[in-house]
């Protein structure tokens, strides 16, 4: 009954009124009605929790997409195909270091049992499952991609790379001449056997593995050796021109090596001959607890960085799986860390043919960077500068005015001293003249340089060495802290006084890196801004307490702490009813903090705009979290670099510039700088030259929920628009020609 009375309940419509009887009478009375009780609201959605793991994107995993949409331009027509090939090898390059650096950190956290989880909850080990997992599937489509789209279309314009069945009979005459002149008095092959153990090979070389039939002058028999190509010797060399059939041919150091295998082991029948290539951790450790001298420190731990722990092994797709499976063990590798390819397993070296003076109609046509017209007819910078702050956008504006700058202060008498960040420059570099100059012509030279800048620790001993026989100190910054900033102060004498001049940018003081990678500079001599740099650069040199600053953000102090502010204070105006936008341009956002803080800003009702060339881990489009967030990443021919923050404030609107990406290694552990924009004029050409990217819609990539990338593209009746081919037409000195859109 009870069963029956349930059911019978359940099908009463919702709003049905119930009599019930009274007390002491009749239960056979009509019953009397009363009234429906008060609808119940429903109980609030709950608010999801942005700490969850799955609201996070794996830095790595991310990083591994970055290089995916970079291989992903070479198929990409509007481009010229030499420029094509370039991305393709940019791929290569950038997988190389992928694998040396971030690769080799996940396995040594789970050979020394150190693992970490990040805000995404994965562990290393499911990482780099899923790692070995895209990387094969992107490793084997960059080498179809190379083999059937980008050198059957390069044979089409003249540029032809000869394999060995290919060859002429004058060019195998002429191969195996300069194999033996110019190739076999180099090589070194190593049969293996007791006395001749695998032989310890350098990071990221080409080598050989070789299969042998019969006995040597000594009766050993092996049947195994090992052939190392010198690092000396060039990996693509061109045939004479009365040897080519078309503009350009060319022939692979693998390929003659191949050919002529048999010529490096006499009297013995090479059944087989297979490349194959090495990569290893190739990341510095030096404990600054334990080092007196840094400058000595890294100079001993260059060397060991060509003989880290391996990683990865590349072979070619013909080698028989017993020779593999040989090399695996030497080198300590499983499966999943083997990469079987279809083609030179060092295709970086193919860089040497991306810029053939030949074939212009191939690459990019040359641009001339513009120059604001206040500079380009002051024949004294500083003059210029101390009527107005000066805003650059490398490399559509020039970078010659920072370099000129400071010829400049080397030269003038009035200049007293000059002070200057250097991290990736180069010893040879037309910064480093002047500053040499500078410095024998008596003025008090101090730099900051950054040792630690990985790949250039080497280039940078030498600039440090070269500053230093010049008479120039120079200080390897804070011991524990990477140095990023890049600033440049200097200091004159005036007829009003003593008054500082300095240069701030997003980028290196690297003028090659200025003609390729986007980032701003401003030229100030803003009185509390410049005593700011003052104050900092004294921190760097001396030692003492945090100073406090008017205008500069700096890291690890005080950048971190105002970004969150800021975004906060966003949040707050959303909340309120008023509106409220962010738009940040970065080329890395990984800090959980400041990705919390977007999302909670997100959620309160802030527009946010993010411009993430590289690693995101913010995931965008989540409902109830990441609605209001729209990610994309630019990629073209120039590598986004620059840093932008802009805040509408309550309409009295901010930009921020700054040398620190939204990463937990910049805004904590790391000497960064962030600086304001100020008057509206600058303001408002930074916020439009934002909104240029933000209307990207042929190189820009939309990343999705799941943590894919989408590429725009136009749609109905919208006009192409490229951000970068936009930029450099507006303010370069010659009409865009560089990418058809």
Not at 4 to 21: C, D, F, G, H, S
Not at 22 to 34: C, Q
Not at 397 to 405: I, R
Not at 448 to 464: G, H, K, M, T, Y
């Amino acid at each position: 009954m009870q069963e029956l009375k349930t059911v019978r309940e359940e099908r009463l419509p919702q709003n049905a009124e119930i009599e019930q009887p009274v007390a002491g009478e009749s239960a056979n009375r009509p019953l009397m009605p009363v009234p429906a009780p008060e609808p119940v609201a429903a109980p609030p959605a709950p608010v999801p929790d942005i700490n969850a793991p799955e609201l996070f994107i794996h830095r790595e995993l991310s990083q591994l997409q970055f290089n995916i949409r970079v291989l992903e331009q070479a198929l990409d027509e509007s481009y010229p195909l030499l420029e094509r090939l370039k991305f393709l090898l940019i791929f290569s390059s950038n997988l190389d270091e992928f694998f040396e650096i971030r690769v080799a950190g996940l396995k040594k956290q789970i050979t020394f049992a150190r693992e970490q989880t990040g805000p995404d909850g994965l562990q290393p080990q499911q990482v780099l499952s899923r790692i070995s997992e895209l990387a094969h599937q992107q490793v084997s489509r960059q080498y179809s991609i190379l083999n059937d789209v980008l050198l059957p279309q390069l044979a089409e314009r003249g540029i032809r790379f000869v394999r060995r069945h290919q060859w002429t009979h004058k060019q195998t005459l002429w191969v195996r001449r300069y194999f033996r002149q110019e190739v076999a008095p180099i090589i070194s092959p190593i049969g293996l056997d007791p006395t001749h153990p695998f032989p310890l090979l350098v990071n990221k070389s080409l080598n050989f593995i070789v299969q042998l039939e019969g006995t040597d002058a000594f009766g050993r028999d092996s049947g195994l050796a090992i052939i190392p190509a010198p690092r000396s010797l060039p990996r693509l060399i061109r045939f004479p021109q009365e040897l080519c059939s078309g503009a350009d041919d060319f022939i692979f150091l693998s390929s003659m090596i191949h050919a002529h295998a048999d010529d490096l082991f006499p009297g013995m029948k090479v059944l087989g001959c297979y490349q194959f290539r090495l990569t290893r951790n190739a990341d510095l450790i030096v404990d600054p607890d334990e080092v007196d001298d840094l400058a000595r420190a890294l100079r001993g731990e260059l060397l060991s960085r060509r003989y880290g722990d391996a990683v990865r092994l590349e072979v070619a797709d013909n080698c028989p799986k017993p020779l593999t499976d040989f090399l695996l063990r030497q080198f300590g590798l499983s499966e999943s860390e083997l990469y079987e390819v279809n083609g030179p397993v060092n295709l970086t070296r193919l860089f040497s043919i991306t810029g053939l003076e030949n074939h212009p109609e191939l690459q990019f046509p040359p641009f001339s960077p513009g120059i604001p017209k206040l500079l380009s007819s002051a024949d004294n910078l500083f003059q210029a500068i101390s009527k107005q702050d000066i805003l650059l956008l490398h490399p559509y504006e020039s970078f010659s005015p920072v370099v000129d700058l400071l010829r400049q202060a080397a030269q003038d008498p009035c200049v007293l001293a000059i002070k200057q960040t250097l991290y990736r420059t180069g010893a040879n570099s037309e910064i480093v003249n002047a500053l040499v100059e500078a410095a024998r012509n008596g003025k008090e030279v101090t730099v900051v340089i950054e040792l630690r800048a990985r790949f250039d620790e080497e280039s940078n001993l030498q600039l440090a060495s070269r500053l230093q026989q010049a008479g120039a100190v120079v200080i390897y910054g804070v011991v524990g802290f990477k140095t990023h900033a890049k600033m440049m102060l200097i200091l004159r004498r005036e007829e009003q006084g003593l008054r500082r001049y300095v240069h701030m940018g997003t980028g290196n003081y690297h003028a090659g890196n200025a003609r390729l990678y986007t980032d701003y500079s401003i030229l100030t001599s803003d009185l509390a801004l410049t005593e700011d740099v003052h104050k900092l650069f004294n921190q760097l040199i001396g030692m003492g307490k945090t100073l406090r600053m008017k205008k500069l953000l700096q890291a690890p102090f005080t950048l971190k702490k105002r970004l969150l502010e800021l975004i906060n204070r966003e949040a707050q105006a959303a909340a309120a009813g008023n509106p409220a936008h962010i738009i940040a341009k970065v080329n890395a956002l990984t800090d959980a903090k400041v990705i919390k803080a977007l999302y909670k800003a997100s959620q309160a009702g802030v527009k946010i705009d993010l411009i993430v060339r590289g690693m995101c881990c913010l995931r965008p489009g989540v409902p109830g979290v990441s609605h209001n967030i729209t990610v994309r990443s630019i990629i073209g021919r120039f590598l986004e670099h620059s840093r932008v923050y802009y805040f509408l404030n309550g309409g009295h609107e901010q930009v921020w510039l700054s040398s620190a990406d939204m990463m937990e290694r910049n805004l904590d552990k790391r000497v960064e700088t962030c600086f304001p924009l100020e008057g509206k004029k600058l303001i408002t050409r930074a916020k439009q030259e934002l909104q240029v990217f933000i209307t990207d819609n042929t190189q820009s990539w939309i990343l999705q929920p799941d943590g894919t990338y989408v590429r725009s593209s136009p749609t109905g009746n919208q006009i192409a628009r490229s951000a970068q081919a936009t930029l450099l037409e507006k303010l370069g000195n010659s009409p865009q020609r560089t990418v058809s859109v």
